[in-house]
């Protein structure tokens, strides 16, 4: 009796739980790696460490984050997934069926859909793991709307276009926002158009040369110590909450080159779609006739590098169970 899957999914954020609900309504008998920690995040993806969400439908009052991806978990369970609590370590995408290598088993599969997400960017200060997710996080669109940010003083580190989008959006709700810059005006990374926006903005203030070194509190968060590189003054700034916008880090390290990335490290799809575009065939343009490899799928923030929430994780996750339905039954091989 043949042991291959049908369906193997790395990853159990929103985006790996919506396409184990329906790879498994559809009965695929999909096995998911829900991972043991990896990328620093347990299972369950970034949602995991965020308290209260707002913004994702179904929960008037709000839902704090480990409690719906604990539902979204036994939701793939109830509907016939197996999940298995580790981190895959490599696959093999060179011959089919496709291999999967988790520490000493290796596994066989039909298609394999990526839902590995990508990882916050963090500044190495002290008192980061004592005040994470309790005065500092990383996604503002995520958390600026809760309601005990209204009317305080929030503060967002970092140059680039997101820095910018972030504090913009938290003007909605704080009364002040600080955004702390290590480097000069003439040196921000973000167009010139959102420059202009934040820079003109009567609730964002700007302190430029200006880097975190440590953060206080008691329970939660209550002032950072900031330091300016030139001058090499230190001094106590009090604020809410403090949002990381210096990136984040995709996590396709395991996938060891086999599949195309864009130059920030983002997994290219075809247009359309969530199928993962073919390097051996890449002419560095993606277009809806770019070749593809044949069963694998990738979508959600390991993919997305502009939405990262997790309603677009969940849509695009659909989008990849129903492609990977298609292509076992022989529905959509010729658009590979």
């Known amino acids: 009796m043949s042991t291959t899957r049908n369906v193997i999914i790395i ?44 913004n994702y439908p179904g929960f008037p ?28 370590d490599k696959v093999d995408l060179s011959v089919q069926p496709y291999k999967v290598y988790v520490g000493k088993d290796t596994y066989e599969t039909k298609t394999i859909i990526i839902a590995t997400g990508a990882t916050a960017k963090k500044l190495p200060i002290t008192g980061l793991d004592d005040y994470w997710m309790r005065g500092i996080s990383g996604c503002a669109v995520c958390d600026g709307a809760l309601p005990f940010f209204r009317d305080k ?3 967002v580190v970092g140059g680039g276009d997101v820095a910018m989008e972030e504090a913009l959006y938290l003007t909605k709700f704080a009364s002040e926002v600080v955004v702390l810059v290590r480097k000069g005006q003439d040196d921000l990374k973000a167009s010139k158009a959102m420059q ?23 329970d939660m968060l209550t002032h950072l110590s900031i330091v ?45 779609t969530t199928r993962v575009v073919d390097p051996a065939q890449y002419a560095g343009k993606v277009s809806c006739g ?15 590098h502009v939405y990262r929430q997790a309603i ?25």
């Open 11 to 54: 990853g159990s954020g929103p985006a790996g739980h919506t396409a184990a609900i329906y790879a498994a309504r559809a009965n695929l008998e999909p096995l998911m790696f829900e991972g043991f920690m990896a990328g620093g995040i347990a299972a369950g993806g970034q949602l995991t460490t965020t308290t209260e969400v707002e």
């Open 61 to 88: 009052t709000g839902i704090q984050g480990p409690e719906l991806m604990k539902m979204m978990r036994e939701q793939s369970l109830h509907n016939g997934t197996e999940i298995i609590t580790k981190t895959v």
């Open 153 to 155: 003083r929030l503060a």
């Open 196 to 218: 202009e926006r934040a820079l003109n903005h009567e609730k964002i203030k700007f302190m430029f040369y200006t880097e975190v070194q440590e953060a206080h509190g008691d």
């Open 228 to 272: 300016n590189n030139q001058t090499q003054e230190v001094r106590a700034l009090e604020v809410w909450w403090l949002f990381f916008a210096i990136g984040h880090t995709p996590n396709t390290k395991f996938l060891d080159g086999q599949i195309q990335l864009d130059e920030t490290g983002y997994i290219l799809t075809k247009p359309g």
């Open 290 to 304: 770019v070749a593809t490899i044949p069963g694998v799928y990738a979508a959600g923030d390991v993919q997305d």
């Open 312 to 336: 677009t994780s969940a849509w695009t996750w659909c989008m990849a169970a129903l492609e990977a339905e298609k292509y076992i039954t022989g529905g959509m091989s010729e658009h590979y």
